[in-house]
């Protein structure tokens, strides 16, 4: 920016220019915005659109706004935020996946480019404070670590706040948290009545707060994303009770009495049909592979009744997750309208893709069982029935819930072919600036088309250039006139869909689709693909399949939706399946090597940084120096609750456990107390096959003191994949968060003695190498 003032030899007769100093300035009367990113929330869930989860929150949102019914994700998570963001396709951004499914593509790198700047990073340009609360996701994993350069954390993107999770999930009694750029523990425990959406709402109120008192006029950007209704469901019991037999007529049924309130409330057009709960459940793959039973629904007059009870009992406490987060961000609206703000707060509240169907036929009361191909038995969760939604399990309800909390529609997350996965609820509000209140505006809206709006109803162009970086186009197109008008049109004719092998186009009323089963599923062979169509405007629920009548017009889609895919960096398709998603390479600053080193007094490392064991052999070895008879404590853990394993001293004598899945803590334990001076503690697992008719790997547990095995375990389970998305990390010398085992009380940290540095070996040499190799290493030290 030019100077214009003048300067002079003597500063008394130079004329300063404050100009190019100044911080910039919103314009007066600027309104602030919020926006509210739900998980996995389907049409059908929200009373506000016709379900049955009460939600006077958003309810209160809609009464003085607009409920958008034809709204469109992507069907995920990282996808569908960093589209809303940006206003832009996914895979115009990078992000046509998850980030830890990430590959070396510029569709799916899971690093959005300068090029396609953030809402925030204009909107501070121009004077707006801009705050970021809860899951971010749009991070690699490999890059979510304190080695990292930060370029793709929130603070480096616009944000100058941040409070939150990292990460796809995180356990909302344990959660793992980001300070701006560093770690820090929960304020409180579950014991102590913590909860994260709580501790969400308590920090949105302080970083508007904080700003208010100091300049009482500046807007600000407000992005806060709870993480309900992700998995795990956790809610006190006292909030689940709520909902105590709400379910008990069964998904069918829901569906049924779901249907009609949405009809009623006009989300739905009166001749609307519901879809089949299993569409295609009789498909098979291009090799003759099954629709993955995972994705398939278990009529509910099938069950038992203990499987009904369990079933509802999941429902009821995703309700009361629901319900309680909603009571958070009310928290939030009462500060707002105390305060004098709300009136002039643009509100969107989205979900960032259908309900989830994660939870697999049964359910699950450990979600990382999906993450390692298992599919939950009733038996195994009826063990903790009287635990769901508490910090002993990681729960998710079953597909039927999916399938009722997306009424109308077929399938669910992860399916960007149909409704299921991509036509979610969203409410827009501003009642300084929207005369329509408690009104329903039915125009095909994608979330590409958020921030377009988002820009026009705040006067501002699109920018040119964000940090001096040329811009790419928006893709999205504002819809900002038919919030004021019904009958205006938004001038949208087109919509490309990709994720996790399922394709999708929309186009003037019509959509066109693949019949893939979704990512993990491993089908390939897309140019065997079966294409559907269907008039959408007509039959929304994607009831009667067109293609045989209209040969021509699918042909049309099916070639624009190539068109599309070229133009926004549509390819490469890819349903890898999860172990093959886990084994590609990527970059990590952690290196390909065997040999990992961790030292006490650091901050966890966590997926994507720390080493990964995936049912191979492995050592670990701790340098420890026992000071005390009464020594005690954690000397590293790995992972959760809900699975990790961990060595730690107890009653003088040295343990180790492995808990598989939450459900089996496998623990082999020294038969003596640790001798007094410096030692060199150790676990090798030995991997010995697989767990016959499974995948599960199985091994012996051989546990040292020094070069002497003092006790081993055969037959141990273990994880083939990872320990989970949240809680999965390492820390030496103590246990913060969940604890690994019910054997001990977190953080259960070390004394009595010093713990120098533990090292994982992944080689496959024998254990007495590894033990030699590294007490040569720390003669060095």
Avoid at 70 to 81: D, G, M, N
Wanted: one cysteine or more; a negative charge.
């Amino acid at each position: 920016m030019e100077f214009k003032g003048s300067i002079e030899l003597d500063i008394r007769d130079s004329e300063p220019d404050w100009g190019p100093f100044a911080e910039p300035t919103a314009p007066e009367g600027a309104p602030n915005v919020l926006y509210l990113v739900w998980d996995d929330t389907g049409i059908a869930t929200w009373d506000c659109f016709g379900g049955l989860v009460d939600m006077p929150s958003m309810s209160r949102i809609a009464e003085r706004g607009v409920r958008l019914s034809q709204f469109h994700t992507t069907a995920l998570c990282s996808p569908t935020r960093a589209s809303l963001l940006t206003g832009r396709n996914a895979t115009t951004v990078g992000m046509a996946t998850i980030e830890e499914f990430t590959d070396g593509f510029p569709n799916c790198s899971g690093r959005i480019p300068r090029e396609t700047a953030l809402l925030p990073e204009v909107l501070a340009e121009r004077g707006w404070n801009t705050y970021c609360v809860g899951k971010w996701h749009l991070t690699p994993l490999e890059e979510s670590n304190l080695a990292a350069s930060k370029r793709n954390w929130p603070l480096s993107r616009g944000f100058e706040r941040f409070y939150g999770f990292m990460g796809g999930e995180t356990d909302q009694w344990y959660p793992e948290l980001v300070y701006d750029n560093h770690p820090v523990a929960p304020p409180a425990t579950p014991e102590d009545g913590y909860h994260l959406s709580k501790d969400l709402a308590d920090k949105t109120i302080e970083f508007i707060r904080d700003a208010k008192v100091i300049a009482p006029d500046k807007p600000w950007f407000s992005y806060v994303c709870p993480g309900a209704g992700h998995a795990p469901h956790h809610v006190s019991s006292e909030w689940a009770d709520k909902y105590a037999g709400r379910f008990d007529m069964g998904y069918e049924a829901y569906r049924d009495i779901v249907l009609e309130n949405q009809k009623r409330l006009g989300i739905v057009g009166a001749d609307t049909e519901l879809s089949p709960m299993n569409p295609y459940a009789e498909m098979t793959g291009p090799n003759g592979e099954p629709w993955p039973l995972q994705d398939t629904v278990r009529p509910w007059d099938s069950l038992t009744d203990e499987e009904k009870r369990l079933f509802a009992r999941m429902a009821e406490v995703f309700a009361g997750f629901m319900s309680y987060t909603d009571a958070q961000i009310g928290r939030i609206l009462d500060y707002l309208e105390e305060s004098g703000q709300l009136d002039n707060t643009i509100i969107v509240a989205i979900s960032d893709n259908g309900a989830s169907g994660e939870g697999g036929p049964n359910g699950s009361v450990n979600e990382v069982k999906f993450f390692n191909g298992y599919i939950d038995t009733v038996a195994d969760s009826m063990k903790f029935f009287d635990q769901l939604g508490g910090p002993q399990t990681y729960n998710h309800y079953p597909t039927g819930w999916a399938m009722a909390f997306n009424t109308p529609y077929k399938l669910f997350k992860r399916y960007a072919s149909h409704e299921g996965g991509i036509a979610d609820p969203a409410i827009v509000s501003w009642p300084a600036g929207i005369t329509a209140h408690g009104e329903v505006r039915d125009n095909y809206i994608n979330v590409a088309d958020v921030t377009p709006t988002i820009y026009d109803l705040l006067g501002i162009t699109a920018p040119a250039t964000v940090g001096g970086i040329p811009q790419k186009p928006l893709d999205g197109t504002s819809f900002a006139s038919a919030l004021k008008d019904p009958e205006m049109p938004t001038g949208k004719e087109t919509q490309f869909y990709t994720m996790l092998g399922t394709r999708g186009i929309w186009h003037k009323g019509w959509f066109a689709n693949t019949v893939h089963a979704a990512s993990p599923a491993g089908w390939s062979n897309f140019d065997d693909d079966r294409w559907e169509l269907f008039h959408i405007e007509s039959d929304r629920s994607q009831c009667h399949d067109l293609a045989a009548e209209h040969p021509d017009k699918l042909a049309e889609l099916k070639a624009l939706w190539f068109t599309e895919a070229d133009k926004y960096n549509g390819l490469p398709l890819g349903d890898l399946n999860m172990l093959e998603t886990l084994t590609r390479w990527r970059p990590t600053l952690s290196g390909d090597r065997s040999n990992f080193v961790y030292y006490p007094g650091t901050a966890e490392v966590g997926l994507g940084a720390s080493v990964q064991l995936r049912g191979q052999s492995f050592s670990v070895l701790a340098e420890v120096t026992v000071d005390s008879a009464a020594v005690e404590g954690v000397l590293f853990k790995h992972g959760a609750g809900h699975g990790g394993h961990a060595l730690y001293i107890q009653g003088g004598r040295l343990h180790y456990v492995y808990n598989f899945m939450g459900e089996d803590e496998q623990r082999v334990s020294a038969p003596d107390a640790v001798p007094l001076g410096p030692h060199l503690f150790g676990v090798r697992y030995d991997r010995t096959g697989t767990v016959e008719g499974s995948h599960t790997p199985l091994g012996v547990v051989s546990l040292y003191v020094d070069a002497v095995a003092v006790a081993t375990l055969t037959d141990v389970r273990t994880h083939p994949g990872m320990f989970g998305l949240a809680g999965g990390g390492i820390a030496v010398g103590r246990n913060d968060g969940q604890p690994v085992s019910t054997a001990f009380t977190a953080p259960f940290t070390f004394t009595g003695g010093t713990i120098t540095k533990v090292v994982f070996d992944t080689s496959g040499e024998p254990y007495l190498d590894a033990e030699r190799e590294l007490a040569a290493a720390f003669s060095k030290d």
